[in-house]
């Protein structure tokens, strides 16, 4: 019987692959447990549709990042790693922002400067130094996949509540936008078109809701990223620091 | 460790490869990002009369919409400029020369003297509409509008308004909030002995009857300054031409 080496195994999606995926989105989400990239989750959160926009640049900056560095790691020289994952980075994200103007002209002006901005978005550039530089690119991949999706996540949660409350609609500044709670702005004149609850078959309800001027403004992103903080850790003692 | 060679050469290489890739996808993308950035444009210029309705068109009805429009640049002393001579000039030089090329945000940098103002003129339902371009200061940044007015050129028939960086929820209302631009409707930039006096941003409420207010944002006193201010002198620009326009309609009632 001729000896084998033993080889690790290392299936395309087990237990382990999983586990990359699905923690960023709770038990070690970005936002909510490492506390990176709040700058951006309170500026971009005012409308659900831009805060999509948004998580689908940042997954692929994530994940794409993630796996170039991954595939260069052992060619990176380590004096300057940093610069070569900020080039990196920066490459990826200026992609995103050519196509974006290509695709959408008026979320890209919207959202022009955020997207500049995910280059110094700390869940990237953590996620390159923790990870990447030390695991396969596969497997990178996936950490950046999860890490963005976990960004993601809390950003479209953030983003639906501000916009419900704050403007009694959803997907807002997209062909999709329904008017979901609150009565129908009046027109004055000319038509001011909203699928109201007729149209959409969905339904106005509350309309004696008046929009709550806070919820538009930063400081409630603050607000409601710290109660999802506090419910997330209240529902799951074992992520609370005791130190 | 590496070499000092071997970090020279991969800096080098990724360099090369990063540039290239990005300026082959950015020659790639350049005609769709120039057609999509006219089409911007041309839609803030009929929302000024068709207020919120214009965000629905698509892209060929804005340039079918827009196919009619007649477009004028005025110089300061209200005189319209041909396409040549525009053109002539230092900062436009590879465009077409239009009102629509002019880039309003280097105009308000210049002296008033040098200044370009672009002018459109769109019938609908059979009466000229007149289209001023108007950029003034916000809080953080420029604020900039169309203005559109009858063809008695005092009465504004409608407004749009737009911001590189107004507070969301307070400033940036005078965009995202349709009451505030509509608000201006049948507004009189002169008033009963032909003075002008542009349209006031009231704080505290304006009175339904007066002609020459419209309510603030509350919160937003600054940007609602700018743009009482942006309207005082960005319409005093036009006037010139005004003038002129008002005598040849003098002339061919004669």
New interface residues.
């Given amino acids: 019987m001729a000896e084998t080496a033993v080889v690790e195994k290392e299936p395309l999606f087990g237990k382990k692959e999983r586990k990359l995926l699905t923690d960023p989105l709770g038990d070690n989400n970005p936002i909510t447990i490492q506390v990176l990239g709040i700058c951006s989750a309170l500026a971009v959160t005012t409308l659900f549709f831009k805060a999509l926009v948004m998580s689908v640049a940042v997954v692929f900056v994530c994940a794409f990042a993630n796996l170039f560095t991954s595939l260069l790691r052992n060619y990176i020289p380590k004096q300057v790693r940093m610069i070569v994952q900020l080039v990196i980075i920066a490459t990826l994200v200026t992609i995103v922002e050519l196509v974006l103007k290509a695709l959408d002209y008026t979320v890209y002006k919207d959202l022009s400067v955020f997207i500049g901005l995910i280059i110094t978005n700390c869940i990237v550039m953590g996620r390159l130094e923790a990870f990447a530089l030390a695991n396969k690119p596969w497997r990178s991949f996936l950490d950046g996949l999860g890490n963005g999706l976990g960004y993601g996540l809390i950003l479209l949660i953030v983003a639906f509540l501000r916009e419900i409350f704050g403007k009694g609609t959803l997907f807002a500044g997209s062909p999709a936008e329904i008017k979901i709670i609150g009565a129908s702005i009046p027109s004055e004149g000319i038509i001011y078109k909203i699928n109201t609850a007729a149209e959409s078959g969905i339904g106005t309800w509350f309309s004696w809701y008046a929009n709550n001027n806070l919820m538009v403004l930063p400081a409630s992103a603050m607000f409601v990223i710290g109660v999802l903080i506090w419910i997330q850790r209240s529902w799951r003692k074992e992520l609370v620091d005791i130190s | 460790?590496?070499s000092t060679r071997?970090?020279y050469t991969?800096?080098v290489a990724?360099?090369v490869v990063?540039a290239l890739?990005?300026a082959g996808?950015?020659t790639f993308?350049k005609p769709?990002?120039k057609a999509?950035?006219a089409?911007?444009n041309k839609k803030a210029v009929l929302s000024s009369f068709?207020?919120?309705?214009a965000n629905?068109l698509s892209d060929e009805e804005v340039v079918t919409a827009f196919a009619d429009v007649k477009q004028y640049v005025l110089n300061y002393e209200g005189k319209p400029l041909s396409n040549d001579e525009v053109k002539d000039l230092r900062n436009y030089k590879e465009k077409d020369g239009k009102a629509e090329d002019l880039d309003l945000s280097k105009e308000k940098k210049k002296d008033d003297e040098d200044r370009l103002f672009p002018l459109y003129i769109k019938e609908v339902e059979g009466k000229q509409v007149y289209i001023t371009a108007v950029r003034g200061n916000g809080l953080w940044d420029e604020i900039w509008g169309y203005i559109a007015l009858a063809e008695d050129l005092n009465t504004i028939v409608?407004t749009s308004f737009d911001h590189k960086a107004e507070?969301?929820?307070?400033g940036a209302e005078i965009k995202d909030n349709?009451?505030f631009p509509?608000?201006f409707?049948g507004k009189q930039i002169f008033n009963s002995e032909g003075e002008f006096v542009s349209v006031l941003v009231k704080k505290g409420g304006a009175d339904k009857s007066d002609k020459h207010a419209v309510d603030a944002i509350s919160?937003a006193t600054v940007t609602c300054d700018g743009v009482t201010n942006m309207l005082e002198s960005g319409l005093q620009y036009y006037m010139p031409y005004f003038e002129t326009l008002k005598k040849d309609q003098l002339g061919l009632n004669k």
Avoid at chain 2, 50 to 53: A, E, R, S, V
Avoid at chain 2, 167 to 170: A, D, K, N, S, W
């Fill in positions: 460790m590496h071997y970090i991969f800096t990724m360099t990063v890739v990005l996808l950015f993308l769709i990002h999509n950035e089409i911007f068709m207020g919120t309705k629905d409608g507070t969301p929820g307070l349709p009451t509509n608000s409707k919160g």
